[in-house]
């Protein structure tokens, strides 16, 4: 049997063949489940019998279970799922200002150890596949009542490390004969692997980017991220001039999580503008989210704002993004389904 989260246009066209019915049905049930979110194939009306038969007996309608479900006062909803094998992620759905964006995990724990993160705790337990992550999509469709508009793989894990099962997600997630979103509403965001940036604009993937930089000096940025001793800031910043020539039309996210007294000096804003000269991107400030035990501090709202202003008087694009879910652990960085002893989740 094949679970209703891997099915594909090329697999729903081989289910029609092998029920001896014509191809256009596969691209009905394709807009059936994926672009109308209905689980049940073979309740699409007018599919011969034959198909009907066939979807009931190789398709496994069930998406992954349910283990909780949180719900903050601004209306983020956090959903923890058990895939398959026992493995548990989580994925959230944040609305603003009446738009739906969804947060999608892409490996069950993280390997890459970034200290600002609560993900990063319990270690990396492994990738996910494309069909894990299509069911986040529809079971966050189907819990929330309503399907994202935007998908963001900024969930558990290292979308590079986990790259061709992500390509294929974005690839499935774009395609309009898929789930027909606008590369323009799909984000892939990283630490900073610079590989699969390179590898993402070779294959020119479909989609958004998102740096997560931190820092504005090797120094700082090697102590935040060990990704940086692997790939410092000069290199990092090639990769993502790279990705602005190579599509001048996509959006360019600059995540900066500001972490009191470590990044967040006015040298900082002045070296940040120093960096991104000439790129065309948004950058977004966070301020850190702590957790019981966190090493860092949150900055004042007054720092944060002097930062903010430094970036805007220099032309940059700077906004402050205030996390969501704060009170369900579902904001930035702090995704982790199983805690370690030590570490307890607010909620
Ligand atoms: S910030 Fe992202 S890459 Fe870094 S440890 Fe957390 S999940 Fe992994």
Redesign the pocket.
Known sequence: MISISELTPTRLRHLCTQADTKAIHAERLNAWIFRQGNLNPASLPELPVALCELLDREVDNALPALIDQRCAADGTQKYLLQLHDGEQVETVMIPIAGRLTQCISTQAG?A???TF?L??TGGLRRNLSRGDMVAQVMLGWQQFGQRARNLVLMG???PMHNFDAVADFVRFVTDPAGMAYSPRRVTLST?GVVPGIERLIAEQLPCSLAI?LNATTDAVRDQL?PVNRKYPIARLLEAMHGFAHAFPRRRMLVAYVLLAGVNDSLADAERLVGLLKGMACTVSLLPFNPWPDAPWQRPDDAVVGRFRAQLSQAGLVAVVRESRGKEIAAAC?QLLHRQPANVSIPI
């Open positions: 993280c890459l150890g970034c993160c993900t990063a558990m894990g290292e630490v997560s991220m960085g």
